[in-house]
Structure formats: C-alpha cells, structure tokens
C-alpha cells in the first residue's frame, strides 16, 4: 500500500509538471523522485535490521515494537525535514558542500562494506554506556509505559532505552542518505517527499522483512555499493552528470542483484558444536 501511493503521488506529480511547466520538466523530476525513493527505501531496510536487532537484545514483546516503531517514525520525518532544509540551504550557498558530501558517501560506503557481516555489539554501545551510568534503569517492562516507580524510586523502562536508541540510530542513518539524495537533485520538495514517502512504510516493512533479515545476508554490500556510486556521481558533478535514468537503473540494478544472490546462495550455517 505504502509503495503504491508513493508512484500514485509521482504519476500526479507527473501529471502536474507536464501540464504546467512540460514532458520534459515532468519526465526528469518523476525520474528524480523515482530514483531518490528507491535510494531512501533501500537505505531504510538497514534501519529495519538495526530496529530487529535493538527489539532481539531487549526482548521488547511484539505489542510494544509497534508504540517503539511509531515514535521512531515520526522522529525519523521530523529530524529529515530539518536536515533537508538545512542541507539545501548549505549546497544553494556553499557549492563545494557537494564534494564534502560526496566524499563521506564513498567513505561510508566502504566502511559498510568492511562491516558487513559483522553483529554489532550493543552492550558496548557508547550510548547505551551513558544511559547506565546516567540513569536508574530496569530490566522489567511495565506496559507501554517509559519509566515505572520501584520501592518508591523512578526508573525508566528498557522501552525508554530502545527508543532513545532507535533516536539515535535515525540521526545515524539521516546523515549517510540525505546527502545521497542531494546527490541525485538538489530540488527540496523532491528530497523531503521522497524521504517522507520512504520512511511511512518503515513500520509495515518492519513486520514483513522481520523474519526474512537472515535471508538478505548480501544486501549490506548492495548499500555499500549504492552509496560509493551516489558519492561518485557528486565527486564526478562538475565534470560529467551521471543521467537521472542510469542512476536509477544502477541503484534497481545493484539492490536487486543483491537480493537475489542473497536468496540463491543462503547464509552458511555455523558449524554445530559436539
């Protein structure tokens, strides 16, 4: 449903442009929003992974992931929209951001694909430290709620800790795709709508790919693979401008080649112990 109305919106968004301002005008902005949704929707599977990784590590009960997975969402939409306003902001004035942003995309692409494969540790987690070392913390949930009163003494839920978590991680997360974005236009309504298009479905993504995470063992090298490529096309911006329509078939390309090694050749299963 999420994914229709998302091409419902760029078919009247098409429609629009090609009634007011022409084909062409309409043809190259549905390919820009086209190609910076499916960057954004790709990148936001990696949150869904850390999401399923936060819920395992806390236990959190599948009645309180849906509350967590709302609030993240929302906090997602409200921290994007200002970093896009900024971001714009800085690009319209400082041109040679683009080589900044560029740059940061390569690097993360590689360290992405360098850690791929690799389980997080959680407990190590600088925040998670300073959560402990800063806050009474339980270890029991209380319903929904985000803190509870034990012997007459406040704690805060793991509940509490699991969304300041998935707060984080949304910041994290903000940081390597709005640039990839900007990579593709520079155009604020279409980066907002296609970020915002992009993380509606986070929560009915969650639930459909919770069980199948193990089965994408591959896609983390797709990311990575996706965000040098978006960093090279804005390194290469002044010298040559990568086609709106390439970009798109290279991003389908790379992620759906991915996908479907990752389900004809399953993870290796760990070797059993005696």
Same mark, same amino acid.
Request: hydrophobic residues 60%; charged residues 15%; aromatic residues 14%.
């Given at each position: 449903?999420?994914?229709?109305?998302?091409?419902?919106?760029?078919?009247?968004?098409?429609?629009?442009?090609?009634?007011?301002?022409?084909?062409?005008?309409?043809?190259?902005?549905?390919?820009?929003?086209?190609?910076?949704?499916?960057?954004?929707?790709?990148?936001?599977?990696?949150?869904?992974?850390?999401?399923?990784?936060?819920?395992?590590?806390?236990?959190?009960?599948?009645?309180?992931? &849906?509350?967590?997975?709302?609030?993240?969402?929302?906090?997602?939409?409200?921290?994007?929209?200002?970093?896009?306003?900024?971001?714009?902001?800085?690009?319209?004035?400082?041109?040679?951001?683009?080589?900044?942003?560029?740059?940061?995309?390569?690097?993360?692409?590689? &360290?992405?694909?360098?850690?791929?494969?690799?389980?997080?540790?959680?407990?190590?987690?600088?925040?998670?430290?300073?959560?402990? &070392?800063?806050?009474?913390?339980?270890?029991?949930?209380?319903?929904?709620?985000?803190?509870?009163?034990?012997?007459?003494?406040?704690?805060?839920?793991?509940?509490?800790?699991?969304?300041?978590?998935?707060?984080?991680?949304?910041?994290?997360?903000?940081?390597?795709?709005?640039?990839?974005?900007?990579?593709?236009?520079?155009?604020?309504?279409?980066?907002?709508?296609?970020?915002?298009?992009?993380?509606?479905?986070?929560?009915?993504?969650?639930?459909?790919?919770?069980?199948?995470?193990?089965?994408?063992?591959?896609?983390?090298?797709?990311?990575?693979?996706?965000?040098?490529?978006?960093?090279? &096309?804005?390194?290469?911006?002044?010298?040559?401008?990568?086609?709106?329509?390439?970009?798109?078939?290279?991003?389908?390309?790379?992620?759906?080649?991915?996908?479907?090694?990752?389900?004809?050749?399953?993870?290796?299963?760990?070797?059993?112990?005696?």
């Amino acid at each position: 449903l999420w994914f229709g109305l998302a091409f419902v919106f760029v078919a009247l968004l098409w429609w629009y442009l090609d009634g007011s301002q022409g084909r062409e005008v309409a043809n190259t902005v549905s390919m820009q929003f086209i190609t910076g949704y499916l960057v954004e929707k790709s990148l936001s599977i990696d949150n869904i992974f850390v999401f399923l990784m936060l819920f395992s590590y806390f236990a959190v009960p599948p009645q309180y992931q &849906k509350r967590a997975l709302i609030i993240g969402i929302i906090g997602a939409i409200v921290l994007r929209t200002l970093l896009i306003l900024v971001g714009a902001w800085l690009l319209a004035t400082f041109h040679w951001l683009l080589y900044v942003f560029g740059a940061f995309l390569v690097f993360t692409g590689a &360290k992405m694909w360098f850690a791929a494969g690799q389980e997080p540790d959680i407990a190590t987690n600088p925040v998670l430290t300073l959560l402990k &070392k800063r806050m009474r913390i339980t270890d029991r949930f209380d319903g929904e709620k985000l803190s509870t009163m034990i012997d007459g003494v406040k704690h805060y839920t793991p509940l509490f800790v699991v969304l300041v978590l998935i707060g984080t991680t949304d910041i994290i997360f903000a940081v390597d795709s709005i640039p990839a974005i900007f990579a593709i236009t520079s155009d604020p309504f279409i980066v907002l709508t296609a970020n915002i298009f992009a993380i509606l479905g986070l929560r009915a993504l969650y639930f459909l790919l919770a069980d199948l995470a193990d089965r994408f063992h591959l896609l983390a090298y797709g990311l990575a693979l996706v965000l040098v490529f978006i960093g090279s &096309k804005m390194l290469l911006i002044d010298v040559y401008k990568i086609p709106v329509l390439a970009a798109l078939a290279v991003v389908a390309t790379i992620i759906g080649a991915t996908v479907a090694l990752s389900l004809l050749r399953p993870p290796a299963e760990p070797p059993a112990h005696p």
